[in-house]
């Protein structure tokens, strides 16, 4: 991965444990909850139940499964891990513990580092960590750091799942994770497709294609059923302690706005049940886009969805025989897997482009160019990559 110095994999077999009295003092730090960390289960058997029938409902994880749970030391994820061990038997899957430390926060990543490390111990379970310079890899690739952040952790879980021979990766994103989704997307403004927000479940290696693995990995959303006071709810029934990312605080980040300003005051003075109906917007919007990706593939040359080789292009009255929205998802869809993302306008231009079916090219951005060609009276449409 670029820019990342890989600290090392770090395996907890089932005998070794950290030394109760230094893991359970560190594990009681930064927690509302007190020192009661592991001891004495008073679960929460709502919240349990409602995870669970969550994952069957949705066919999340399946028995034998080997699963590997993404573990940032935050209330989310510490909770999802918890819940996914006591439901490790009647689930029937096999639970890991994966962190990576972005080294963004100084003392307190390297605190959240010794949280996980000292809880996968305290629950006996295998864990791999990892570290690396996020801040760089956003310099050198000239990403945002969330967006760094989000690259290195894909190739974190491609890493880790090849490791320890996983099936899927389990991230802690909740019900309020995706009402602020939906709610981001469309003061940014979107589609369908970006309604859908945060998706239940996806593979792995099609979202990170710089993968060689051969099998599938899915990464699942398990707990989005669940709000964020149900979570903490949860971990206070078990008197589970978690770290306090201070970050999440500033209101440097546009997130953190929208959660502790805009979303409540909407709810305030507009809709008390705003959340809900953002929530359900993704439903209905991952639904419609699913079906509407089906009718895409389905009339597309099988080269050209693989994304591998675009071959000849795709016949200009393939898309001017469909209707406005059709046209739009087969024009995204083939940029998309040509590697190229554009904005409306630049779509636009592109479909005015294909409409007039003139024999000539396109400029994009990125390099990209759009090209017409006729042969043997049929007109065709390519994307063409930048010039290296």
Do not use: M
């Given at each position: 991965m670029e820019c990342l110095g890989v600290v090392g994999i770090v395996l907890f077999s089932e005998s070794r444990q950290a030394a109760p009295d230094s893991s359970s003092a560190h594990l009681a730090r930064k927690s509302p909850f007190g020192r009661e960390a592991l001891a004495a289960p008073r679960y929460d058997g709502a919240v349990q139940k409602a995870l669970e029938n969550y994952v069957r409902k949705h066919h999340l994880l399946r028995a034998g499964e080997r699963v590997g749970v993404a573990v940032s030391g935050g209330a989310d994820s510490v909770a999802l891990l918890r819940a996914l061990v006591e439901l490790a038997p009647t689930l029937g899957i096999v639970p890991f513990v994966l962190h990576l430390n972005h080294r963004l926060r100084g003392a307190?990543?390297?605190a959240d580092e010794l949280f996980v490390r000292q809880l996968a111990s305290q629950l006996k379970l295998e864990a791999v960590i990892e570290g690396g310079d996020v801040s760089a890899l956003a310099a050198q690739l000239h990403l945002s750091l969330e967006a760094a952040g989000r690259r290195a952790?894909?190739?974190?879980?491609?890493?880790?799942?090849?490791a320890l021979r996983l099936n899927s990766v389990a991230t802690a994103h909740t019900r309020d994770d995706q009402a602020e989704t939906v709610l981001l997307r469309l003061l940014r403004g979107t589609g369908t497709s970006g309604l859908a927000g945060v998706h239940r479940s996806f593979d792995l290696y099609h979202d990170a294609p710089s993968s060689q693995a051969t099998s599938p990995v899915r990464v699942v959303r398990p707990l989005l059923g669940i709000s964020r006071q149900q979570?903490?709810?949860?971990?206070?029934?078990?008197?589970?302690?978690?770290?306090q990312d201070t970050s999440n605080q500033s209101p440097e980040f546009l997130r953190n706005r929208v959660r502790a300003t805009l979303l409540p005051a909407l709810e305030k003075d507009y809709n008390p049940q705003l959340r809900q109906a953002?929530?359900?917007?993704?439903?209905?919007?991952?639904?419609?886009?699913?079906?509407?990706?089906?009718?895409v593939a389905s009339l597309l040359d099988p080269e050209v969805d693989s994304g591998l080789d675009c071959g000849d292009g795709i016949e200009l009255r393939v898309i001017q025989n469909q209707p406005l929205a059709m046209q739009r998802?087969?024009?995204?869809?083939?940029?998309?897997?040509?590697?190229?993302?554009?904005?409306?306008?630049?779509?636009?231009?592109?479909?005015?482009?294909?409409?007039?079916?003139r024999a000539t090219r396109l400029s994009l951005p990125s390099g990209f160019a759009a090209e017409i060609r006729k042969a043997a009276g049929v007109a065709r449409l390519r994307l063409l990559p930048p010039e290296v």
């Open positions: 307190e990543s390297d952790r894909y190739a974190f879980f491609q890493r880790a799942a090849s979570v903490e709810e949860y971990l206070r029934s078990l008197g589970q302690s978690f770290q953002l929530c359900e917007t993704a439903e209905i919007a991952a639904a419609e886009n699913a079906f509407f990706e089906q009718l998802r087969l024009l995204r869809h083939l940029c998309k897997v040509s590697g190229l993302a554009l904005d409306f306008a630049h779509l636009e231009e592109l479909r005015e482009f294909v409409l007039a079916s």
